[in-house]
Each structure stands twice: as C-alpha cells, then as structure tokens.
T-cell receptor, first 112, second 117 residues
Framework: QQQVKQSPQSLIVQKGGISIINCAYE??????FPWYQQFPGKGPALLIA?????SEKKEGRFTISFNKSAKQFSLHIMDSQPGDSATYFC???????????FGGGTRVLVKP | GAGVSQSPSNKVTEKGKDVELRCDPI?????LYWYRQSLGQGLEFLIY????????KSGLPSDRFSAERTGGSVSTLTIQRTQQEDSAVYLC???????????????FGQGTRLTVV
C-alpha cells in the first residue's frame, strides 16, 4: 500500500498560534489531497482538500500548501482555537479513485 | 438527511468468537469503504464497494475478515475467530460516486469500537 507519512504525531500550541502539520507522499499518481479532522468518539470529517494543479488553498483559518516537486503538502491552522483540538489526518487519492490512503494522524491540542 | 450509521457503537467480544459490524451508508451513495483505526494510529483501508463492481478486498488483513454489501446499500463486516490484535475502531464511509476531488467526497460514520478480550 502506498504510504503517506505525517508529522508531527502530536502538537501543542497556544491559543492564537499557528499549527503546522506536514505530509509526504510517494506515489506521483496521487492527484487529490484532503485533510480530515476527527474529534474523540467521532468519525473523520473532511476539512479542506487540494488538487495538484494549485500550490495553495485557503478556507477561513485553514490553509493547505502543496509542493508537487517535493511530494509534500501541509496544513496550517492560523489563529488556533481550543475548539480546533482534534486529530488531523492527511490523505491522498490516486487516479483510480477507489481508496484514500491516510497518514498516521496528528493530535493537536490548543491551550487556552 | 441522515449520515453514515454504524452499529453497534461498541462491541466487546471474547477471543475466538465471530463478530458482525454493520454499516448503513447515506441513501443513494454507491461507494462504500471500510477502514480500521487502531489506537493512536492512522486509518487502514480494508475493503471498497462500488456499485455492482467486484469489491476491492486488497486491504483485508487475513481470511478471517470478510464483508458483503446487500442490495447495494447496507454492508456487514465479519471477523471470524477474533484475536486481540483485531481490537480497533472500525470505520465505514460512503460517497456518492468515486471520490475524485471534484465535488465527490467520502463521509464517515462514527465507527464501531471493537474490543477483543
């Protein structure tokens, strides 16, 4: 199974700070890169996603940066809030579109 | 409308017993996925159903695991002769069609937490 490597495993940030999570993928055929947010006891929910034809996508306080040549993409959470405390997963989808490959997850804790 | 529904939400079973986990996808969604999430780990793909096509079973970890989808809707994941390493949260997701990053996304249920004692 193609790998998606995610770092860090956990992150503590003060309220108002910036949370940055990084992912690296191996398969150049991947062409869709979503980020999922998961709260305890809940299933993951799509947060924001990007396709490789753009280098950055911003939705509110959440931004994805994409570096195709380095096969890396990252999630930036600006002005982090305690309500952002959750586990975040990056994922990749190949051209066949039949399954998402997930990173290992990053547990983010935003301290008030 | 209702989201993806999974039952039971929690299941404790003895080692060696068989278990069945159920997933009700969003109405009209043709694609259905099962993932496994072990404690503190990422999501591991298990199996994928799309319409009437043969399922992609490439992620099933052993022949103790099987899944079926009846009538293109409800799916059941069966684990036979459960082992302690099967303890995990089993997540089901559905999508309107193939997830393609062009408006079709996967929606997850809340999962079934399986504990094998």
């Amino acid at each position: 199974q193609q790998q998606v490597k995610q770092s860090p495993q956990s992150l503590i940030v003060q309220k108002g700070g910036i949370s940055i999570i990084n992912c690296a993928y191996e398969n150049t055929a991947f062409d869709y890169f979503p980020w999922y947010q998961q709260f305890p006891g809940k299933g993951p929910a799509l947060l924001i996603a990007i396709r490789p034809d753009v280098s950055e996508k911003k939705e509110g306080r959440f931004t994805i940066s994409f570096n195709k040549s380095a096969k890396q993409f990252s999630l930036h959470i600006m002005d982090s809030q305690p309500g952002d405390s959750a586990t975040y997963f990056c994922a990749s989808l190949g051209a066949a579109g039949n399954k998402l490959t997930f990173g290992g997850g990053t547990r983010v804790l935003v301290k008030p | 409308g209702a989201g993806v529904s999974q039952s039971p939400s929690n299941k404790v079973t003895e080692k060696g017993k068989d278990v069945e986990l159920r997933c009700d996808p969003i109405s009209g969604h043709t694609a259905l996925y099962w993932y496994r999430q072990s404690l503190g780990q990422g999501l591991e793909f298990l199996i994928y159903f799309q319409g009437n096509s043969a399922p992609d079973k490439s992620g099933l970890p052993s022949d103790r695991f099987s899944a079926e989808r009846t009538g293109g809707s409800v799916s059941t994941l069966t684990i036979q002769r459960t082992q302690q390493e099967d303890s995990a949260v089993y997540l089901c997701a559905s999508s309107l069609g193939i997830v393609n990053g062009l408006g079709t996304e996967a929606f997850f249920g809340q999962g079934t937490r399986l504990t094998v004692v």
